[in-house]
């Protein structure tokens, strides 16, 4: 079972579009972790969030968690052909031990 | 500051082959991960280590699959034999501190005839 859920699979939206990205998880996340990947490569960092509430901006992406820790959500405001790609959240969980996990990934298609 | 090294970057072997992939981590991060990625789905992690020693190997297929990082900095990770469903990106990564975000390489892609 996919431990943390992404929605949506895929996205196509026209060149200066708003989008939304979410993640969820049905357990309490110590740590989530948002990367962007091109086909083939390996996995940019994007962003990390801690703390339930928790919201960050780095150019026009902007990340948050929310207060249970168990959600969080990727808006790219205007978006732009740069931003294609597979956008991945990752998280750190523990039944026990720590543990990375990472969710399917949304695929992000922007047309000009 | 140097990233994630990963070699080679593509593989193309015949099944029941042996295959390995060399990392070599940011200089001073002392965890360093490996990952499988299947097409279409998220990186599954494999082994995690921290300077030479194993932290989480609860998902490395043990019967056929082996990694090492002997001198705590760069690392290998073997398969012997490969399966077709070996099939995928090998991913390695490093952190400073195993709590804090992961910088990864470039990917090993690794194609099982």
Same mark, same amino acid.
């Given at each position: 079972?996919?431990?943390?859920?992404?929605?949506?699979?895929?996205?196509?939206?026209?060149?200066?579009?708003?989008?939304?990205?979410?993640?969820?998880?049905?357990?309490?996340?110590?740590?989530?972790?948002?990367?962007?990947?091109?086909?083939?490569?390996?996995?940019?960092?994007?962003?990390?969030?801690?703390?339930?509430?928790?919201?960050?901006?780095?150019?026009?992406?902007?990340?948050?968690?929310?207060?249970?820790?168990?959600?969080?959500?990727?808006?790219?405001?205007?978006?732009?052909?740069?931003?294609?790609?597979?956008?991945?959240?990752?998280?750190?969980?523990?039944?026990?031990?720590?543990?990375?996990?990472?969710?399917?990934?949304?695929?992000?298609?922007?047309?000009? | 500051?140097?990233?994630?090294?990963?070699?080679?970057?593509?593989?193309?072997?015949?099944?029941?082959?042996?295959?390995?992939?060399?990392?070599?981590?940011?200089?001073?991060? /002392?965890? @360093?991960?490996?990952?499988?990625?299947? &097409?279409?789905?998220?990186?599954? !992690?494999?082994?995690?280590? =921290?300077?030479? +020693?194993?932290?989480?190997?609860?998902?490395?297929?043990?019967?056929?699959?082996?990694?090492?990082?002997?001198?705590?900095?760069?690392?290998?990770?073997?398969?012997?034999? /490969?399966? @077709?469903?070996?099939?995928?990106?090998? &991913?390695?990564?490093?952190?400073? !501190?195993?709590?804090?975000? =992961?910088?990864? +390489?470039?990917?090993?892609?690794?194609?099982?005839?």
């Amino acid at each position: 079972s996919q431990e943390l859920e992404q929605s949506p699979q895929s996205l196509i939206v026209q060149e200066g579009k708003n989008l939304t990205i979410n993640c969820t998880s049905s357990k309490t996340l110590y740590g989530l972790y948002w990367y962007k990947q091109k086909y083939g490569e390996g996995l940019i960092f994007l962003m990390m969030l801690q703390k339930g509430g928790e919201e960050k901006s780095h150019e026009k992406i902007t990340a948050k968690l929310d207060e249970k820790k168990q959600q969080s959500s990727l808006h790219i405001t205007a978006s732009q052909p740069s931003h294609a790609g597979i956008y991945l959240c990752g998280a750190l969980t523990t039944s026990g031990t720590y543990k990375y996990i990472f969710g399917t990934g949304t695929r992000l298609k922007v047309l000009a | 500051e140097a990233g994630v090294a990963q070699s080679p970057r593509y593989k193309i072997i015949e099944k029941r082959q042996s295959v390995a992939f060399w990392c070599n981590p940011i200089s001073g991060h /002392a965890t @360093l991960y490996w990952y499988q990625q299947i &097409l279409g789905q998220g990186p599954k !992690l494999l082994i995690q280590f =921290q300077n030479n +020693g194993v932290v989480d190997d609860s998902q490395l297929p043990k019967d056929r699959f082996s990694a090492e990082r002997l001198k705590g900095v760069d690392s290998t990770l073997k398969i012997q034999p /490969a399966k @077709l469903e070996d099939s995928a990106v090998y &991913l390695c990564a490093s952190s400073s !501190l195993s709590l804090n975000e =992961q910088f990864f +390489g470039p990917g090993t892609r690794l194609t099982v005839l």
